[in-house]
């Protein structure tokens, strides 16, 4: 199945709002010369530090590259990666909307490599606070109007208290919405305009199934009780389905190589929310989400595909 790519002057006008747990990746590659005289571990000595966006920020990135125009809207800390991230994002030319708390660490994701090996990963994070993500809920009301899509991407890291409040409001103002989402209890994505998820995601939800027809019936099932217009199943090597009020359609993955698949869901659902703020409908957004998933999963390093790549 193809669908046509809007022109490039079509996606540059695309504004799309980009709300959820933002994340630095940060890799500290080193060497390992000898144990520790404190304890039974490997000393490293970093020779070379590298920083990526991750989460939400990575879907603005994948906005972005695409030729469209993305504004992050999430809450940071008062820390270093903060302004890290701040740096990269504008690096980027992604807009930013950073709500700040300064009890909140700045989710990192550190990765210590040493003999080509991770050797630990160590994670920053904790609860944001509410009166910090009460205020930007007003942020979020006053930039809506600006923007033609939004989209939430859940990690599960509590920066998106009040998605049920911001998905009402979108909707009203006759906005997409389109949800990444995470955990068992999809009420809080109610009346969204299509969720994203993958197959382990959607199996916490309705259980593993135990046929296509059970899929079926059970996807319908959950996408009527939360008045989702749509849900788009990510299945990796299996491409996708879409459950609609017309019923389904699917399309193999058409990757020609796979070397990274990790990121590729976040370049997926950056796709869809571009085709929808270009006003595409779901039916006609989805081949086009699976040819990006299938770009992506065939680069090394970067995670995110260009217009170029997309059309070719
Ligand atoms: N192994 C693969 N072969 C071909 N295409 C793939 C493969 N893995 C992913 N894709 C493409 O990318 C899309 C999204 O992949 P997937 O369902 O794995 O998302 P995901 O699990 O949310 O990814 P992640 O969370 O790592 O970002 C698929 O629908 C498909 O188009
Ligand atoms: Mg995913």
Not at 5 to 22: E, K, N, Q, T, Y
Not at 117 to 128: A, G, K, S, Y
Not at 197 to 206: D, K, T, Y
Not at 239 to 260: C, I, K, T, Y
Request: glycine share 8%; proline share 5%.
């Amino acid at each position: 199945m193809s669908a046509t790519v809007p022109p490039r002057d079509r996606l540059h006008r695309a504004r799309v709002l980009i709300v959820g747990d933002a994340m630095l990746d940060r890799y500290w590659f080193g060497a390992v010369d000898r144990i520790s005289p404190e304890a039974p571990v490997p000393v490293v000595r970093i020779e070379r530090e590298e920083e990526r966006l991750g989460g939400a920020a990575n879907v603005a990135m994948n906005v972005k590259a695409l030729g469209a125009q993305a504004t992050l809207l999430t809450v940071v800390g008062e820390d270093e990666p903060a302004r890290t991230l701040r740096r990269l994002l504008h690096g980027h030319g992604i807009a930013t909307l950073l709500g700040t708390d300064p009890n909140l660490y700045t989710i990192v994701k550190l990765r210590v490599i040493g003999r080509a090996q991770q050797l630990i990963r160590v994670d920053f994070e904790n609860q944001p606070d509410h009166e910090v993500l009460a205020a930007m809920l007003e942020d979020y009301e006053r930039v809506l109007p600006d923007h033609d899509a939004v989209l939430f991407s859940d990690y599960g890291k509590g920066g998106l208290e009040h998605i049920p409040r911001m998905i009402d409001l979108a909707r009203r103002a006759g906005k997409p919405v389109l949800v990444d989402p995470k955990g068992s209890d999809y009420s809080r994505y109610a009346g969204s305009t299509v969720i994203t998820p993958n197959r382990a995601e959607l199996a916490q939800v309705i259980g593993r199934w135990p046929s296509e027809a059970q899929l079926h019936e059970r996807a319908q099932r959950l996408r009527a009780e939360h008045r989702l217009d749509g849900l788009l199943l990510t299945r990796s090597e299996e491409g996708m389905s879409l459950f609609d009020a017309a019923g389904h359609a699917q399309v193999p993955a058409n990757a020609r190589e796979v070397f990274d698949v990790t990121g590729a869901g976040d370049t997926v659902i950056a796709t869809m929310a571009v085709m929808l703020a270009c006003g595409l409908g779901l039916r006609e957004a989805m081949p086009i989400a699976n040819r990006a998933g299938g770009i992506v999963v065939g680069k090394f390093g970067t995670a995110t595909v260009s217009y170029d790549e997309l059309v070719a």
